[in-house]
């Protein structure tokens, strides 16, 4: 290459045709990656023709890296200024520009700042805040207000409260106007997250008075109401937790009756744990549910009662719920206890066809 030729691309890179660069960018969309300037491994037989194409190739390989990088920041620049349609074209400008490798800490952070501000426009806010970290790390002075506004903006986006937080709080330190609506965000994000301590609080202060309540019977307590066991039944919003009779020191359980064959249920809020599940059954049908048009569940006596747990177990009806607590209920959710009711015949089969197996207690 003749000096004349050395300068003559050299002029080219550092007055080359903006609008030519952004319309060839802009084409390149649905082309393969190889056939971007930025990434050809080889010039076409045509270069020499293509002024925008020679331009970006005189800029990949002329000057000092820290040249090569001020003027991949200065193109990411550019398609940024398109707004929302440049993003990703910036996006690879800065990219480019941070792989020159020039060893300039305050040009590097200018890099990540602006990628980080390609990744807010593009949705991805976990690169956001790394750029932005990142920036910090490398020009804390120059970067940490415009670093600290998009590690804010892309926390928020992502719920993470506490990385908002910090660059909130510094953001107010270092007396910055920060973006109304996303402090609004913010708060919002923090009020939930209150709210969402106090019912898991309230949650595990129930869990432990029904573990005071239940004792030593051999029975564990989780948390939540399975959904496996609720699956296709109209089940109450509020169920209720077991309490203990002043008088007679006895447990009363909250017991849930499920219906598969008419997806029905019925919650029975307060069962002495000496009550049959045949009382249980004369209890509920003493009147006919409007639900039993075919009159299915009129005779208690045809009607067979399942219990799940890992397994499905058919419970005599003769059986009372102290019986049944750390023998077969080993394990009950919230301190309900949800039995099956079917009839006889194909409902009951149905039900123990869907379980596999069946077991008798």
């Excluded at 990088?69 to 941070?98: H, I, M, W």
Aim: aromatic share 6%.
């Amino acid at each position: 290459m003749t000096d004349d030729e050395h300068l003559g691309q050299d002029e080219l890179a550092a007055g080359m045709d903006r609008e030519a660069v952004r319309s060839k960018i802009n084409d390149l969309d649905a082309r393969p990656i190889e056939e971007f300037p930025l990434f050809m491994q080889d010039l076409p037989q045509d270069a020499d023709a293509n002024i925008p194409l020679t331009a970006i190739q005189a800029m990949l390989h002329e000057g000092t890296p820290y040249e090569q990088a001020l003027n991949f920041k200065n193109q990411g620049n550019e398609c940024f200024q398109l707004g929302p349609s440049g993003y990703v074209d910036a996006r690879t400008f800065y990219t480019r520009g941070l792989a020159c490798g020039c060893e300039d800490g305050p040009l590097e952070a200018i890099l990540h700042l602006n990628r980080a501000a390609t990744n807010l426009g593009l949705g991805n806010f976990g690169d956001a805040i790394r750029d932005a970290q990142r920036a910090l790390e490398l020009d804390n002075a120059a970067s940490e207000i415009k670093a600290h506004r998009r590690i804010f903006q892309a926390a928020v986006a992502l719920q993470k409260v506490d990385v908002a937080r910090i660059s909130h709080r510094r953001l107010i330190e270092l007396e910055v106007r920060v973006d109304e609506k996303t402090v609004k965000e913010l708060e919002h994000l923090e009020a939930q997250l209150a709210a969402e301590e106090l019912q898991r609080k309230a949650q595990e202060a129930e869990l432990e008075r029904i573990r005071s309540i239940i004792g030593s019977c051999g029975v564990e307590v989780v948390a939540g109401v399975d959904s496996t066991i609720l699956n296709n039944f109209e089940s109450p919003k509020n169920l209720p937790t077991v309490l203990r009779d002043r008088r007679t020191k006895r447990r009363l359980w909250p017991v849930l009756l499920l219906y598969p064959a008419v997806a029905q249920s019925d919650i029975l809020q307060a069962v002495d744990e000496s009550s049959t599940i045949e009382e249980l059954l004369q209890m509920v049908f003493t009147e006919p549910p409007e639900w039993d048009v075919q009159g299915k569940y009129r005779n208690i006596k045809k009607l067979r009662v399942f219990w799940y747990d890992e397994r499905l177990v058919e419970v005599k009806k003769s059986r009372n719920i102290g019986e049944l607590l750390g023998k077969l209920v080993t394990k009950i959710e919230r301190g309900i206890l949800p039995f099956y009711v079917c009839p006889e015949g194909q409902d009951s089969d149905a039900l123990i066809k869907r379980f596999v197996s069946l077991e008798t207690f």
